[in-house]
């Protein structure tokens, strides 16, 4: 009985790549040498994620944030009166980047439009009373979520994905998670305070 040869998956290493242009060089290297992403990466993410987790723990727990947002919701609306005398007709986006974000999509528009610095990342207020949270846009589920575990809390719809944010959530329908008793997440939000294009 003759042997079959077995095939494996991986692809036989190769020091270097056939062709020497930008895309076969990043394919070469994210074929041949993932370790070196992971191996430099996710330390990274690492000290990123801790590094934002304990600034928003500390954030909330001294209650600076209430005060700030103010502030920083007037910095928006000056940016946005300054794109209307220099943004030049193009469209507007946050200058939020492409990493930071859960699509995979290369986010290559943002280059053709006018960019608007939306930092506003903190939880502001927790009401038991009236079993409410009020918190800005790029507070993220993770961060909602461990907050509010500690004071026995949920909200009624909770995304799957940590890094998913309140207001991409609102603005993008909250399409990943529904429930049939409350809708989708935009319908358990009370309220929205908004920053017009004008």
């Not at 469209?91 to 439009?113: A, D, F, H, L, V």
Request: aromatic share 10%; net charge negative; hydrophobic share 35%.
């Amino acid at each position: 009985m003759p042997e079959k040869e077995v095939k494996s998956s991986s692809p036989k290493f190769e020091l270097f790549p056939e062709k020497w242009d930008t895309e076969s060089i990043i394919e070469h290297v994210i074929i041949h040498y993932r370790f070196i992403f992971v191996m430099f990466l996710l330390p990274v993410s690492l000290v990123y994620d801790l590094w934002f987790y304990t600034r928003s723990k500390i954030v909330f727990a001294i209650s600076s944030a209430p005060s700030k947002h103010k502030e920083k919701v007037v910095n928006i609306q000056k940016q946005v009166r300054e794109y209307q005398t220099n943004g030049e007709g193009k469209g507007m986006c946050t200058s939020r980047p492409g990493w930071q974000t859960i699509s995979p999509q290369n986010m290559e528009y943002k280059n053709k439009m006018y960019p608007i610095n939306v930092n506003l990342v903190d939880i502001l207020e927790i009401n038991p009373d009236r079993r409410t949270v009020c918190c800005e846009p790029m507070v993220t589920m993770g961060q909602l979520t461990a907050t509010l575990d500690h004071l026995g809390w949920t909200i009624p719809i909770v995304p799957e994905l940590d890094d998913l944010t309140i207001g991409g959530l609102v603005m993008g329908t909250g399409i990943e998670t529904s429930s049939h008793r409350f809708g989708l997440f935009q319908h358990i939000c009370k309220s929205y305070e908004l920053v017009l294009a004008d």
